[in-house]
């Protein structure tokens, strides 16, 4: 098992690594890192690495545990997370990060009490092991553009539809802005302007090839309800309007 370790407090880094070398010599700890800053900049070369367990305390400069824990699951990893907290801030870590952490273990980190913790994690992976999806055995980069592909396919299927982020974001597992970073990072385009770049290319496909219908049927064929928005876009991307682009002599027609 795999581990890596996030808290503030050197000692208590030390102190954790020190235990869980003892307590399985099948425990290896990747790294420690002083905040959820730190330890996110490392955690795809940890992943690349085979972690398996985050250990972090809430309260830490830069970046607390709160913010790791939800950048890690947007990551969809899998890998587990064990919270460590003061006993004043711990109703609020349990209230406030119930849903997606394996275990809340106060400070001082009892010994037991970590063992029992580990322990129930390493089994329940050996139990999930051969029921993995292959998706979850890919390195996080193949994930990632996989989420990017799934979206940019469900767009061009979609284009026609109300744009709702969140939606689209829930259906590659991740939230609305992590999704929109990574688009951006990958593609250099924002989510809405690929979709605005599809719609167009629908709509001038449509003016040339169904010269019947009316610009405002256009529109609406290409998800806009408005009609004089559509236009004034067309005319900002194209450089026509819709009924200019529809009259124009192109070469080869007749």
Not at 14 to 21: D, Y
Request: charged content about 30%.
């Amino acid at each position: 098992m795999k581990v890596i370790i996030v808290d503030d407090e050197e000692v208590i880094r030390m102190g954790l690594a020190k235990i869980m070398s003892k307590l399985n010599p099948d425990i290896e700890v990747l790294g420690t890192f002083p905040n959820g800053a730190a330890a996110w900049e490392q955690f795809e070369a940890m992943c690349k690495q085979g972690l398996d367990v985050v250990i972090t305390d809430i309260k830490m400069p830069q970046m607390d545990g709160i913010g790791l824990i939800e950048k890690i699951r947007d990551t969809r990893s899998g890998v587990d997370i064990i919270v460590i907290s003061g006993f004043e801030e711990f109703e609020y870590a349990r209230a406030a990060l119930r849903n997606g952490v394996k275990d809340y273990l106060l400070k001082p980190v009892v010994k037991t009490q970590l063992e029992a913790s580990l322990k129930d994690i390493e089994q329940t992976r050996q139990t999930l092991n051969q029921e993995k999806p292959q998706e979850m055995d890919q390195p996080l980069q193949d994930r990632e553009h996989h989420a990017v592909e799934t979206v940019k396919e469900t767009l061009k299927n979609n284009y026609e539809q109300p744009f709702e982020l969140d939606k689209l974001a829930d259906s590659v597992g991740m939230n609305g802005n992590y999704l929109s970073r990574l688009f951006k990072q990958q593609t250099n385009m924002t989510i809405t302007d690929y979709l605005i770049q599809l719609r167009i290319v629908k709509a001038k496909e449509l003016l040339i090839g169904e010269p019947l219908l009316r610009n405002y049927e256009v529109a609406q064929l290409v998800g806009y309800s408005d009609p004089v928005y559509f236009n004034k876009l067309f005319k900002k991307i194209v450089g026509l309007t819709p009924k200019d682009y529809k009259g124009k002599k192109w070469p080869g027609a007749d």
